[in-house]
């Protein structure tokens, strides 16, 4: 790998290492401050409502200036968010605002990938930045978890800063620098000699062609089936970090510290299967592993029979690896096919804005369930039956369009035989 590409996963490191031990900080300020459940489970959607809202933009935002720019942009986005949060304002609109960033730092993270490596090494590559940004998420959950456990944040509440008298609040103002330092790296990413592409005076010029890039990457045949399963993969793993927390504690009777340390084990999972993914698969190969979603999805639902810690840790471990072993691949094939139908930062928005709405819309439907008395139990048994379902239509999608593509091949070939 060049040089430059170690860099960017530092980079990503600190940034994602930020993001998720502050979902579990901001769980625990909404839980300290008596916010109903509803509210902690619409953290979820509220940081995915900027991916879905900005998604016509921030692709050609991304391809417009040099990409460690936009990424320092974005991480000094997500440090306003905590300061936001640390002044008084609502946990979830200030939540929103690091979703913010989160929405403009993504295409660039992607995007630069296909700038700076060949083809043939993208699934590596992915591979690398999946299992560092996993083992950012375990590092991350089980960060956030401690901070606001009483022996840390009786340390971080000790300076006496003003305006930070809650535990989680001391937490928020810790995780300030980690985003300052990720923003530190992002300044040092190598330039490309990649063709920049400015934004058109207009920005409303971009919808027509955002649903354009939408409307090319659904139509193509490799791209409607790694999209359709990394939007199904995303939305429901983006929600499962709450319904874990929630889960945990239903199940095993843990609070935030402990919890938090369960969505750590799925992400270890998740980072393990990235990783051994990334070694065995090739792109050409990546529809292969779609039938390892199906099982995830069984695996989901078989949660609800655990009651002990010593099975759940393994089970929570193998679960995430299916779901690490079916990403990587899919992803790689799906920014493959969107850098040759669109361009790198486009095809990156595009991805984001269908697997952010599936996040927006689980989440809000999960948000609402819960506010009419939807269970824990009742959560995991929808997730997983949901994963089920449309993975193995998913699969099905799949073979009627190798049968097409097929049936296609061989009448060319009649065709040019008898031209002979």
Not at 205 to 215: I, S, T
Not at 336 to 342: A, C, K, S, T, V
Request: charged share 15%; proline share 5%; hydrophobic share 55%.
């Amino acid at each position: 790998m060049k040089r430059g590409f170690y860099t960017i996963m530092s980079a990503q490191f600190f940034s994602s290492l930020a993001d998720n031990a502050l979902f579990v900080v901001a769980v625990e300020l909404l839980r300290t401050d008596g916010a109903p459940p509803w509210q902690a489970a619409a953290l979820v959607p509220m940081f995915a409502l900027f991916y879905v809202l900005l998604a016509p933009w921030v692709g050609a935002f991304a391809d417009s200036l040099p990409k460690g720019r936009v990424m320092f942009y974005s991480n000094a986005v997500k440090a306003l968010g905590c300061v936001l949060m640390l002044a008084g304002s609502h946990p979830l609109l200030a939540y929103g605002v690091v979703g913010l960033g989160a929405a403009a730092y993504s295409p660039a993270k992607y995007g630069i990938l296909t700038e700076l490596l060949p083809a043939s090494r993208l699934v590596k590559a992915n591979g690398w930045i999946e299992g560092l940004t996993i083992a950012s998420i375990i590092l991350g959950v089980v960060l956030g978890g401690q901070l606001v456990a009483p022996e840390v944040s009786e340390l971080l509440l000790a300076g006496q800063w003003p305006g930070i008298e809650l535990p989680a609040e001391g937490a928020i103002f810790a995780l300030i620098p980690v985003y300052l330092l990720a923003a530190w790296f992002n300044l040092h990413i190598p330039l490309t000699r990649t063709r920049r592409r400015p934004m058109p005076r207009n920005p409303l010029a971009l919808l027509p062609d955002f649903r354009e890039c939408n409307r090319r990457l659904w139509r193509d045949k490799l791209g409607q089936i790694s999209l359709a399963s990394t939007t199904l993969f995303w939305g429901v793993s983006g929600n499962l970090r709450y319904v874990v927390l929630a889960w945990a504690a239903a199940a095993l009777g843990y609070g935030t510290t402990k919890a938090a340390a369960l969505v750590g084990v799925v992400a270890l999972g998740t980072a393990s299967g990235a990783v051994f993914a990334s070694l065995r698969i090739r792109l050409d190969r990546a529809p292969r592993v779609i039938p390892w979603g199906i099982g995830m999805g069984v695996l989901v639902m078989a949660m609800n029979l655990i009651d002990s810690i010593w099975v759940a840790v393994p089970f929570l471990v193998f679960m995430g690896a299916l779901g690490g072993f079916l990403v990587v691949p899919m992803n790689a094939l799906l920014q493959h096919r969107g850098h040759h139908l669109m361009g790198a930062g486009r095809s990156i928005a595009v991805q984001n804005f269908n697997e952010q709405l599936a996040i927006l819309l689980m989440g809000a439907a999960y948000s609402i369930a819960s506010s009419w008395g939807l269970s824990a139990f009742g959560a995991v048994t929808a997730f997983g039956a949901t994963v089920t379902l449309v993975m193995w239509l998913i699969q099905r999608w799949y073979a009627w369009n190798l049968r097409a593509y097929r049936e296609e091949m061989s009448r060319l070939k009649v065709i040019a035989r008898r031209d002979k």
